[in-house]
């Protein structure tokens, strides 16, 4: 967990930041449950263990991978450990990316 999480305890629950800018962010725990971080910037964040249940994510930007548009409420989303597939479960379907070889 970040220093001010583990001081803050439960702090980002439900936080509303959209449009906000938060590149290279160590976000690691951190339980962001039922936040906004739609079209939020998010290149190099590093969110391992951090809690995602019920955030709008809609129009985050990796940086990494093309901008995915759904017109749909986005509820999971999994980058597979190689880094070369992403599932993301939106209404009542299961959308699987391919990275292309460099």
Not at 43 to 54: F, N, P, R, S, W
Not at 80 to 91: K, S
Request: charged share 20%; proline share 3%.
């Amino acid at each position: 967990l970040s220093r001010y999480e583990k001081r803050h305890p439960g702090f980002f629950l439900g936080v509303q930041v959209p449009h906000a800018d938060l590149s290279m962010a160590h976000l690691y725990g951190i339980d962001f449950t039922g936040a906004d971080l739609s079209n939020c910037v998010m290149m190099g964040v590093k969110l391992q263990d951090a809690i995602l249940d019920g955030c709008k994510m809609t129009g985050v930007d990796f940086f990494q991978w093309p901008m995915l548009r759904f017109n749909v409420f986005v509820s999971y989303v999994s980058i597979f450990h190689e880094g070369t597939r992403m599932a993301i479960a939106g209404g009542n379907n299961i959308h699987i990316f391919y990275k292309e070889a460099d």
